[in-house]
């Protein structure tokens, strides 16, 4: 990806389900799952670098005792960082104490951090600021046990301020304006109610306060909890949360937008946003992790029960498409294969682009998460090739040379590595920063390998902005003086923006709507621009179900190719001496291509919850007035 987006979040939760005298038996320490959290975070530090938390659980602790530990952070490496300062806090009481070496139940008591229950997360904020009161997990804290409630997403809510405001109505004070307080508040507003109910009960049955405390543990139910919560959330969303006694749950949002799997054996529960994480940690097969289905929690209950629970009635699936082109780590077996047929399935389009001339075209791609779908582009380059070779021996019939034969088998397609990447660099310019100047060092180019007349082929795994291909990539691939620069973009046109997750929130920003525009003006249809501002202003006061997306009307007018060639230009300036194509892949094969995962509002403008239409209402009518001001 060459333009930087932040997006997504990972969560990461552990139930050890056996005594941890067990884990130290059989592992050789009591401090397992706290190792396999790191580790599980550490694997999907691509999901989130903004910052990292920590959380964790001790179960059946004496009153008086620390139960809850947490630790966040928002330092340049934040895994390393908590997990630093973990390792060093129980290094320093077994140094203090050596006499908790070889007793679990000692460690357990004095030992913060080490626990049965355990929560993870890596963020890229996509609400609020960057501070560390806003890195997950985030903790509700009282007195009662059952009522302690500490909450991590990977999530977007489209109507934040609506949930919000119910909170106010309901009589609350939130401290804070932040997504994850509000989601939280409001399950524990519920919990509340659920534990103040069942103490009714049980003192209606004649049990005394102390005796209520371990019955109500029992009697929650969590799933009724969640149902109660979440039914007016809209958004994309993998909430995890664990209860004070020891509770657990994670719940997929009913389009099954955002990820969540999941693994049991009797020793663990384990939840993961990816499955790769989970198969390599725990040393499972692909088939033993299994997806949370839409709208569906998996709780872990404080005695070691699991139950998958239908929360929320199932919405079309619409699982984000991104999450396989370029979010999640591309060492899934499925997201690896997804990854190449992109490749494979947009090569046809670009063969036509050069002719077909594989001779005197070089191929590369744009590191990292493109490398994949190189691969697959390569493949069907290969397979062109061959035919080729069959043919031109063929023709040849019985009268060709050896050294012909030769020849001719020697052709394979040119594959270089033209494009580097300066990671530090990258890391170092932020957000939507204008330093041109910095933006156009991020790559570093491979001289030497193009010829004056060939034609240069690269492939990204998508193009939003833009705007890296214009400062650095293309200027600096013309300095290679190709004849022709072709970009190939592994996923459609981005043409929406995003509100479940990616921080592509204003439509301005992308590059395909810019085209667009340019088009409309070309073509003396600007007017088109003003009569959907109109109908998406009269659309601000209806019920989000009744919102219709009408910023598709500014595309209708044209094809994609029209789309294509259009961001070709705006992207290339008159310092660019090559010819410059961009070829996108076509929706239909990223749904051939990622059949599962048939999210794609991006591209469609298709929102899979009603939320959807009123933010792209919103980022219109803002675009249209000149207002920066977020959707949603
Ligand atoms: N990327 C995410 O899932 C972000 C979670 C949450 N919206 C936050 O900003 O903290």
């Known amino acids: 990806m060459s333009d930087f987006l932040k997006h997504e979040c990972g969560i990461a939760m552990i139930r050890l389900l056996k005594p941890l005298e067990y884990y130290k038996e059989k592992y050789g320490s ?27 659980i001790k179960l059946d602790t004496k009153p008086g005792q620390r139960y809850i530990s947490r630790v966040r952070s928002i330092a340049q490496q934040p895994i390393q960082d908590i997990f630093g300062q973990i390792n060093d806090r129980i290094n320093n009481e077994l140094k203090l104490h050596p006499e908790y ?14 626990g049965e229950v355990l929560l993870g997360h890596v963020r890229y904020g996509t609400f609020g600021k960057n501070s560390v009161e806003s890195v997950h997990p985030f903790l509700r804290q009282n007195n009662w046990m059952h009522r302690n409630l500490i909450m991590a997403g990977n999530f977007n809510m489209t109507n934040v301020k609506e949930l919000f405001d119910n909170l106010i109505q309901l009589g609350q004070h939130p401290k804070d304006y932040t997504d994850t307080i509000t989601i939280m508040e409001k399950i524990g507003h519920f919990l509340d109610d659920a534990v103040s109910k069942i103490y009714k009960d049980l003192k209606k049955e004649g049990y005394n306060k102390q005796e209520a405390s371990p019955l109500i543990a029992k009697r929650l139910k969590v799933g009724k909890i969640l149902k109660r919560a979440a039914k007016n959330w809209d958004g994309g969303y993998a909430m995890a949360g ?55 929690a998996i709780i872990t209950k404080k005695s070691g029960e699991v139950r998958l629970k239908q929360i929320l009635p199932p919405l079309e699936k619409k699982a984000c498409s991104f999450e396989r082109i370029y979010f999640s780590r591309g060492s899934d077996a499925e997201i690896y294969k997804e990854r190449k047929t992109l490749g494979k399935l947009v090569m046809p389009k670009v063969l036509e ?10 191929f590369s791609y744009i590191p990292n998460t493109a490398e994949t779908s190189f691969l697959g582009m390569i493949e069907t380059a290969e397979k062109h090739i061959n035919e080729k070779k069959t043919e031109a021996i063929l023709n040849g019939q019985r009268s060709i040379s050896a050294e012909k034969v030769t020849e001719i088998l020697s052709e394979r397609p040119r594959i270089e590595k033209i494009a580097n990447k300066d990671v530090k660099l990258r890391t170092f310019i932020t957000e939507d920063s204008s330093r041109d100047d910095l933006v156009a060092h991020v790559y570093d180019i491979t001289y030497g390998v193009v010829k004056p007349n060939d034609n240069l082929v690269i492939i990204d795994d998508s193009i939003v902005r833009g705007t890296t291909l214009k400062k650095s990539i293309l200027k600096m691939l013309d300095r290679l003086n190709p004849k022709k620069i072709i970009v190939v973009s592994s996923a459609p046109q981005i043409r929406y923006p995003d509100c479940y997750g990616i921080d592509m929130a204003n439509l301005e920003g992308l590059i395909a709507f810019q085209a667009a525009l340019a088009l409309l003006k070309e073509n003396n249809k600007y007017s088109i621009v003003e009569e959907v501002y109109k109908k998406c202003l009269d659309q601000t006061h209806l019920e989000d179900k009744e919102v219709v997306n009408f910023v598709k009307e500014l595309y209708d007018p044209f094809t994609d190719e029209q789309i294509s060639d259009k961001i070709s230009e705006l992207l290339s300036d008159e310092s660019i001496n090559a010819e410059v194509k961009i070829i996108f892949q076509s929706v239909e094969n990223l749904h051939k291509a990622c059949p599962e995962h048939l999210g794609d509002w991006y591209f469609t403008g298709n929102y899979p919850t009603v939320g959807g239409n009123r933010v792209v209402n919103r980022a219109f009518i803002n675009f249209y007035e000149g207002n920066k001001e977020r959707a949603y």
């Open 353 to 362: 682009a050069i002719n077909n001339d594989t001779k005197n075209t070089v």
């Open 242 to 296: 664990l209860i004070g006694h020891g509770d657990a749950f994670v719940l997929r949002d009913p389009a099954g937008i955002r990820p969540a799997y999941y693994y049991k054996d009797d020793e663990v529960v384990v939840i993961a946003s990816e499955r790769p994480v989970i198969q390599t940690v725990f040393n499972v097969k692909f088939d033993d992790v299994k997806e949370l289905q839409p709208g569906q």
């Open 101 to 114: 070496l070889d007793d679990v139940a000692a460690q357990k008591k004095n030992i913060p951090y080490i």
């Open 30 to 56: 009591a401090f397992y799952g706290v190792n396999k959290m790191y580790l599980m975070m550490e694997k999907q530090h691509n999901r989130g670098q903004d910052g990292a938390g920590f959380a964790s």
